[in-house]
């Protein structure tokens, strides 16, 4: 079927998508978008209020201020700080499980026990906290300093910070007065501020919104990430497959689908106990396979021991409907976040068996029953696990006889399970041969691309030309996220990769390494990942991050915790670059503050460029400077 509008890399989405239309069904995501229409200018700039009954309140040449007499830069700050703590509220609801989790750990409660005990020993020195007792003892230890971090007030900076952060960014930090407490005060004073008439100075809330950035950055990137290496291990080199072709019929199929992977680990380990299998060939099924979905999947595959139980990865956020779609799916356990309301709809006309179950307080869909027991409780989660297990096992009896099954065929492989430690074994035990690599001009530098996928260009079209222009020009790609998902589907996360889309330098420096030419660093989350690597890079050369030939990257952004990972990797000292343009151009003095003076400031600035191949030229520029 042709389909002007269906515009994606994925042949098993366009696949799926001419199937429902086979059937009749028009509602997936591309024919939304088309429906709406044109999109608000004044909204696409940040230059409309609705905070007040007074409004709603535009700022254009006419009429340069709204009702109350705010400009267009108090404005779009105060939109974008409403954004940024939004996003901080989601990320650090992910810490708070964690938090949960490490408490029932240290009551010696739960399936979690601590794999990676170096790294704990480490975190603990680290943290200036005694290392010495049992796991448990421990565990607690964390938690209850953890828990302090949280909570502290705006004027008690977060020692975690300072006994992480490289010494040349916190005193950047505390020159400019952002290093934050913990992030429960810090989210309750932004949201004072974005109140009508309290703060309209762009200046300040730009500040704000760095000190949420720091705040949610360290509590739930940078310690969330190091706890579920302590619980999982930490990453190693894996492979498998992905796209909707993992799927198989003649299986209970379940998938684990979100941002939080605590309760998803659980239920594919348990999964593959005989008990359920054979339980899952009684009702006629061969048997039981857990595939993951966007981060929840992209966690789990990072490491030998929890990869080993999931199936394949079935895609990103926007894949899910057609993941659905298939009738192949039994179960899709729903956990915070990017559970699309699309899929109640989905589900629901095409009545299909398929259950969807939310395992999280915050997720809700309409007309989607969630109970309270299988929300996520680290105490009971296998009794939980078991419950999701049998629920899934009793959709595969109800499968529709007269529904169709369609699964494409595609299915990619790739290689995943990269962070500090597995990337540097497979640089022979240091970084040195990175940076002679740079050195030599073989790569001109690495960018993080840790990103979402948008609807503003299809699904995924802009990340797919912009990685194959970042690689044409020699440039490694470390990524993580829903783009993770894309990168795998489309060949650049294995050998292909680096046959078919890299430049002969970057071609040559993996072939002699064995490795992709773009690194799966696993979930969104694992930006905290990316700049673990960050700061031991400049550790190890004894420069501030800014030095570094790295830039960060977000080239289809979505959800408002990507930009506290953009607040992160700019306070780290790393150069930006976001698309699609932020809601701030509305303001002149505010995107002049965040696009060029904020570089005087941390030493990096936020770039914007809406078109993939000089967006690349961009950030081969910049990487020229860092390293002539």
């Known amino acids: 079927m042709s389909c002007d509008y269906c515009v994606t890399p994925h042949q098993s989405v366009k696949e799926m998508h001419s199937f429902l239309n086979s059937m009749g069904f028009k509602h997936t995501f591309f024919e939304r978008v088309k429906r709406q229409g044109a999109i608000c200018h004044f909204g696409e700039q940040g230059r409309c209020c609705t905070l007040c009954p007074d409004g709603p309140?535009?700022?254009?040449?006419?009429?340069?201020?709204?009702?109350?007499?705010?400009?267009?830069?108090?404005?779009?700050?105060?939109?974008?700080?409403?954004?940024?703590?939004?996003?901080?509220?989601?990320?650090?609801?992910?810490?708070?499980?964690?938090?949960?989790?490490?408490?029932?750990?240290?009551?010696?409660?739960?399936?979690?026990?601590?794999?990676?005990?170096?790294?704990?020993?480490?975190?603990?020195?680290?943290?200036?906290?005694?290392?010495?007792?049992?796991?448990?003892?421990?565990?607690?230890?964390?938690?209850?300093?953890?828990?302090?971090e949280f909570m502290k007030d705006l004027n008690q900076p977060m020692t975690l910070i300072e006994k992480l952060a490289p010494e040349s960014r916190v005193e950047i930090w505390k020159n400019l007065g952002i290093i934050p407490g913990g992030y429960i005060f810090e989210s309750h004073e932004a949201s004072a501020k974005v109140m009508p008439n309290i703060d309209t100075d762009y200046i300040d809330l730009a500040l704000t919104s760095l000190r949420l950035g720091l705040s949610a950055g360290f509590l739930a990137n940078i310690a969330t990430t190091i706890i579920r290496d302590?619980?999982?291990?930490?990453?190693?080199?894996?492979?498998?497959?992905?796209?909707?072709?993992?799927?198989?019929?003649?299986?209970?199929?379940?998938?684990?689908?979100?941002?939080?992977?605590?309760?998803?680990?659980?239920?594919?380990?348990?999964?593959?106990?005989?008990?359920?299998?054979?339980?899952?060939?009684?009702?006629?099924?061969?048997?039981?396979?857990?595939?993951?979905?966007?981060?929840?999947?992209?966690?789990?595959?990072?490491?030998?021991?929890?990869?080993?139980?999931?199936?394949?990865?079935?895609?990103?956020?926007?894949?899910?409907?057609?993941?659905a779609a298939t009738g192949a799916v039994d179960a899709f356990l729903m956990d915070k976040n990017c559970a699309a309301p699309g899929m109640a709809n989905l589900v629901q006309t095409l009545k299909l068996h398929t259950k969807l179950i939310p395992v999280s307080s915050v997720v809700r869909l309409r007309d989607v029953e969630a109970k309270q027991e299988y929300m996520y409780d680290p105490a009971v989660a296998e009794q939980q696990a078991e419950k999701l297990i049998m629920e899934a096992i009793e959709a595969y009896k109800n499968r529709r006889k007269t529904y169709k099954i369609h699964i494409p065929e595609n299915k990619t492989h790739y290689i995943a399970g990269f962070g500090v430690e597995s990337l540097l074994k497979v640089l022979g035990g240091t970084p040195d041969p990175l940076f002679e690599a740079i050195q030599s001009g073989a790569i001109k530098g690495v960018v993080g691309l840790v990103s979402c996928t948008t609807m503003k260009n299809g699904h995924g079209m802009f990340t797919y030309e912009f990685i194959?222009?970042?690689?044409?020009?020699?440039?490694?790609?470390?990524?993580?996220?829903?783009?993770?998902?894309?990168?795998?589907?489309?060949?650049?996360?294995?050998?292909?990769?680096?046959?078919?889309?890299?430049?002969?330098?970057?071609?040559?420096?993996?072939?002699?390494?064995?490795?992709?030419?773009?690194?799966?660093?696993?979930?969104?989350?694992?930006?905290?990942?990316?700049?673990?690597?960050?700061?031991?890079?400049?550790?190890?050369?004894?420069?501030?991050?800014?030095?570094?030939?790295?830039?960060?990257?977000?080239?289809?952004?979505?959800?408002?915790?990507?930009?506290?990972?953009?607040?992160?990797?700019?306070?780290?000292?790393?150069?930006?670059?976001?698309?699609?343009?932020?809601?701030?151009?509305?303001?002149?003095?505010?995107?002049?503050?965040?696009?060029?003076?904020?570089?005087?400031?941390?030493?990096?600035?936020?770039?914007?460029?809406?078109?993939?191949?000089?967006?690349?030229?961009?950030?081969?520029?910049?990487?020229?400077?860092?390293?002539?």
């Open 57 to 148: 309140c535009r700022i254009k040449r006419r009429a340069p201020r709204g009702k109350c007499g705010i400009d267009a830069d108090g404005l779009a700050a105060r939109n974008l700080l409403r954004l940024v703590n939004q996003g901080g509220a989601a990320y650090t609801h992910d810490f708070k499980t964690t938090l949960k989790t490490l408490k029932a750990v240290a009551q010696g409660k739960g399936p979690f026990k601590v794999k990676d005990r170096q790294k704990l020993l480490w975190f603990l020195d680290r943290l200036g906290l005694s290392t010495e007792g049992s796991d448990e003892e421990l565990i607690g230890r964390l938690a209850d300093f953890l828990e302090k």
């Open 230 to 323: 302590i619980f999982f291990g930490s990453p190693d080199i894996t492979e498998g497959y992905a796209d909707i072709g993992v799927l198989d019929k003649d299986y209970v199929n379940i998938v684990v689908h979100g941002h939080v992977p605590w309760i998803g680990s659980v239920v594919a380990r348990k999964a593959k106990e005989r008990k359920f299998q054979n339980i899952a060939k009684s009702a006629g099924a061969k048997g039981i396979k857990v595939y993951g979905s966007l981060c929840t999947g992209q966690e789990l595959l990072q490491r030998p021991d929890t990869a080993r139980y999931i199936d394949g990865q079935v895609g990103n956020w926007l894949t899910q409907e057609f993941v």
């Open 468 to 628: 194959k222009e970042l690689l044409k020009r020699d440039i490694l790609v470390l990524i993580a996220g829903c783009a993770s998902s894309l990168a795998q589907v489309e060949g650049f996360t294995n050998s292909r990769g680096r046959k078919e889309f890299a430049g002969e330098g970057l071609k040559a420096v993996c072939e002699a390494l064995d490795i992709p030419p773009v690194l799966n660093f696993g979930s969104c989350l694992d930006t905290g990942r990316m700049a673990l690597l960050i700061i031991a890079l400049a550790e190890y050369l004894g420069v501030d991050p800014s030095a570094l030939p790295v830039i960060a990257a977000a080239p289809e952004y979505y959800n408002n915790d990507a930009l506290i990972d953009g607040l992160l990797a700019v306070s780290l000292g790393i150069n930006t670059y976001v698309n699609p343009v932020p809601p701030i151009v509305g303001g002149p003095a505010f995107t002049r503050l965040l696009t060029r003076d904020l570089e005087d400031m941390l030493g990096a600035r936020f770039m914007i460029q809406p078109d993939p191949v000089k967006a690349a030229e961009l950030i081969e520029e910049e990487l020229k400077k860092k390293t002539s």
